[in-house]
């Protein structure tokens, strides 16, 4: 591909000393020729400075599915992560979640008419899904002991997730700071802030936006 490159950028920087000479010596001052010459010039140009390795430098890391150390973690700080596979959200795993936290409001019942055209699933409920949606889209610590959930630092429902529609999330991880042991013993670790965005069927092409966005603060120790 390069000598391809090189012999194109030698022929048009031939053509274009050639009519630059021929220009010099009748003295032609048609515009169309001057317009030519700049096209040529300018085409030579680009093309010597484009190159197959600079087009790889621009292409997106590719983020690793296991970290072996705490370094190792710290070099995916800032690459995009995801999406994650698609996750449905049946009746049923709403309607077990108000059970259990007891939000049995009408807007998450099976046949309520609401102002989103049926039941929407809670909130809270999408974002207690995080450890499912987030599988396998952030890397497994290979190094790590044992790990904490800290809680989130924000956290805000944008759009409804509606019963029997599907959900997928993308991560990036923003923040991994050094810390000690734990309390309960365990090995030296990180604190890591992970920003998560989880989108619905459709939702995650611009058009619409995401259901939920959070940063997530949890704490990784050693073995």
């Known amino acids: ?34 317009v030519a010459l700049r096209r040529a010039a300018s085409l030579a140009s680009h093309l010597a400075t484009t190159s197959p390795r600079r087009a790889a430098t621009a292409a997106s890391p590719r983020p690793p599915a296991v970290v072996r150390s705490p370094e190792e973690f710290e070099a995916v700080v800032g690459v995009a992560l995801g999406p994650s596979p698609w996750h ?12 259990t936290t007891g939000d049995h409001q009408f807007i998450h019942k099976a046949g309520a008419e609401t102002m989103f055209g049926g039941p929407i699933a809670h909130g809270l409920l999408t974002l207690s899904l995080l450890p499912t949606l987030l599988k396998g889209v952030l890397p497994r610590h290979e190094w790590m002991g044992q790990e904490l959930n800290c809680g989130f630092n924000r956290v805000r429902f944008l759009s409804p997730v509606p019963v029997g529609s599907r959900i997928r999330a993308t991560a990036k991880v923003i923040k991994v700071k050094r810390i000690g042991g734990g ?16 989108h619905g069927d459709g939702g995650d092409d611009g058009e619409r936006k995401p259901a939920l966005v959070a940063e997530w603060v949890t704490r990784q120790y050693a073995k």
């Open 88 to 99: 449905l959200v049946t009746q049923a795993v709403v309607d077990a979640f108000s059970d």
């Open 1 to 34: 591909m390069m000598t391809e490159l090189n012999e194109n950028v030698r022929r048009l920087v031939s053509l274009w000393r050639r009519a630059a000479r021929a220009s010099v010596m009748s003295r032609a001052r048609d515009e169309s020729s001057v």
């Open 183 to 198: 309390s309960g013993g365990g090995g030296e670790g990180v604190e890591s802030i992970v920003a998560v965005e989880v």
